[in-house]
Every structure is written in structure tokens, then in C-alpha cells.
């Protein structure tokens, strides 16, 4: 008979309004809660955004995306003297260049994604040194490849899909040109016809690959 006895207490506590000013006000402390919260870190991640980009503009290398800033000359620097000679031609053979920076892209490769980037910002020719950062994914080199490319006149688009490759199914970020109706995938080095390349990565269970530009991550390197 006990659940009858608390019943009825709750009941009296409902009908002179104790109980429901009691759950309002927990309800508004809770709401309150999650507000400060939010906007906390709304704050923060603005704050963030724009200490990044203030220190792109200081440095005149622009933030691209994923934390990483463009930092053009200092890439060059990581060519050759023929390769910078291809690159900075007058009338630029497209094919070429992009061999080159999918080339240099392709030869070192990290596996490592972190969270919250902007407190690590990097530079995008890092990725072309010995020593490249361990964030060092499809993702990463393929936003580097398209910023080149499109700083160079070379219209350039970002892909990405879901595909199959030696290591198994999983979601891939490659470069796709199209006056040349090709692809530069610097993850692995590939540069051929866009057909070619959807027989080499094309998911046996046919779950297709997407040919169109998706949001590459902001949050998560």
C-alpha cells in the first residue's frame, strides 16, 4: 500500500502546485544549463575560426580548410629547379603540373585524425617535406592538390566517394579535373581518365562512387 500513500502525496503536491513549480524550475535550471553550454562553445569555436584566419592574413597564406594554410612559395621551394621551371611557365601544361604535385604528395602518408585542429594549425608545405605531419590523410592532400591547381588557373574539384581499395572499403577524397576529364588522386599517386579510375576503385557490391563535391570535414582532421 506504500505506492498508494506516495500517490496520494504527489497528488496533494500536484494539486496545490508545489510539484509542478518544482519540475518548471528544474526544467528552466536544466535549460539554462545546456544554453550556457552551447553557447559556450559557440564562442569558443568563433573565436578559434577567427584567431586562424587573423593569422592567415598576418602571414599572407590564406586558410584553406582543415586547419591547413596556404603557403605557396614555401611549396615551391620543395621542387626541383625543372619542376618549378613546368610550374611557373607562361603557358602552363596542365598534365605536367599536376604529375608534379601528385607526386610529391603521394610519398609520405600518415593515418592519424585529430579532433579540434584549429589549435594546431599547419602549413600546407609541410606536406611536401621529409617530415610531414602525421595528419597526413586523402583528405589533407587532395584540398592541397585542388588549392594549387586552382591558384595555378587549373580548375579543380573535390571528390569523394565511397571505394575499394587494398586495405579494404572505406570513404576516399581525390581531385577530379575537368578540361582534362581526369583524376589526381595524391593519396596514392594516381594520376588517368576518370573512367580508368572508377574500374580501379569501384566498390564490388556496387555501392558507386560519388561524382560530387561533398563537405571534406571541418571539426576533425
Known amino acids: 500500500m506504500r505506492w498508494l500513500g506516495n500517490l496520494i502525496f504527489i497528488l496533494m503536491l500536484w494539486s496545490h502546485g508545489t510539484f509542478a513549480f518544482s519540475c518548471i524550475d528544474t526544467f ?87 579532433m579540434w585542429p584549429y589549435l594546431k594549425p599547419l602549413m600546407a608545405s609541410q606536406y611536401f617535406s621529409d617530415h610531414p605531419p602525421e595528419t597526413n590523410m586523402c583528405r589533407h592532400k587532395a ?43 595524391p593519396m596514392n599517386g594516381i594520376f588517368v581518365d576518370e573512367a580508368s579510375y572508377d574500374k580501379l576503385f569501384h566498390p564490388s557490391l556496387n555501392l558507386g562512387i560519388t561524382h560530387l563535391a561533398k563537405p571534406v570535414g571541418i571539426m576533425a582532421r
Do not use: C
Request: glycine share 10%; hydrophobic share 40%; proline share 2%.
Open 28 to 114: 528552466k535550471k536544466l535549460a539554462g544549463m545546456v544554453l550556457d553550454k552551447t553557447a559556450l562553445i559557440a564562442i569558443a569555436g568563433g573565436g578559434a575560426w577567427a584567431v586562424s584566419e587573423s593569422v592567415g592574413q598576418y602571414h599572407q597564406t590564406p586558410l584553406v580548410g582543415l586547419s591547413i594554410y596556404f603557403d605557396y612559395e614555401n611549396i615551391l621551394s620543395y621542387l626541383t629547379a625543372e619542376e618549378r621551371s613546368v610550374v611557373l611557365a607562361e603557358l602552363k601544361d596542365a598534365k605536367k603540373i599536376i604529375e608534379i604535385f601528385n607526386n610529391h604528395l603521394s610519398r609520405r602518408s600518415g593515418d592519424n585524425a585529430e
Open 143 to 185: 584540398l592541397i592538390l585542388k588549392t594549387i591547381l586552382n591558384h595555378l588557373g587549373i580548375e579543380a574539384q573535390l571528390r569523394t566517394g565511397t571505394v575499394d581499395g587494398d586495405s579494404g572499403r572505406g570513404e576516399h577524397v581525390w581531385v577530379y579535373v575537368p578540361s582534362l576529364k581526369s583524376v589526381a588522386d
